[in-house]
């Protein structure tokens, strides 16, 4: 949709696709810094920095990392409530069933992501997916992610150097004001009737609210 217009630039972070699995801790912060090298390598300034879930944090660590190099962030249904504070207690209670068996908890975790009347084929492609994935990564990934998500976004966002944009599903509430107190111009857009992984169940209305 956007490379008759644009250059497109997709990464597969450390520990995701094709990229190498030879790191032991995998936080928001070092991939930040893998987005702000493929930025440098290939000498990209203006870049609009797209995240989707666990993207949204790595890309505001990118834009700080590169700030010379980002023109705008788009976080994909994220920091609906940066407010959020989860006890290591809590976060230790939610990792467990996926430390015991990792694909069996995604797989019963997945489908409620998405909303009632969801397409089941396209349900079962990314449940299937994320069960691939190795889990040492995804479990050190998603501690990461909480930790960021419930001590630092406060402190990231106050600190972003470009422009927020996210674009949300309203499965739940997106709390605007409190994000406004931190990035003044934040704007939101609201794709209806779409659960979390909107860019793969509405793509279409999904690209005309990007553009």
């Not at 928001?28 to 702000?36: I, L, R, S």
């Not at 990792?95 to 908890?105: E, N, Q, R, V």
């Not at 069960?131 to 001590?151: D, E, G, H, K, Q």
């Amino acid at each position: 949709r956007f490379a008759a217009t644009h250059r497109v630039v997709a990464i597969d972070l450390a520990g995701h696709g094709r990229s190498g699995l030879e790191r032991k801790d995998y936080t928001m912060e070092a991939f930040g810094a893998d987005v702000a090298a493929v930025l440098k390598k290939l000498d990209l300034k203006g870049a609009i920095l797209i995240g989707h879930s666990m993207g949204g944090p790595v890309v505001v660590e990118a834009a700080l990392a590169a700030p010379d190099r980002v023109a705008g962030v788009v976080a994909i249904d994220d920091f609906q409530n940066v407010d959020l504070k989860l006890p290591e207690a809590s976060i230790d209670a939610f990792l467990s069933p996926f430390a015991a068996d990792f694909k069996g908890a995604v797989k019963g975790w997945v489908p409620h992501m998405f909303p009632a009347g969801a397409d089941t084929a396209l349900v079962s492609t990314i449940t299937n997916d994320m069960a691939s994935a190795p889990p040492p990564v995804a479990l050190s990934a998603i501690r990461n992610l909480l930790f960021w998500m419930t001590t630092r976004t406060a402190e990231r966002l106050k600190a972003l150097p470009a422009p927020l944009m996210c674009v949300n599903a309203d499965q739940q509430p997106t709390l605007v004001e409190p994000i406004r107190a931190l990035v003044p111009g934040f704007q939101l857009r609201v794709l209806p009737g779409s659960g979390h992984f909107l860019m793969r169940e509405k793509p279409e209305a999904f690209d005309a609210l990007l553009a």
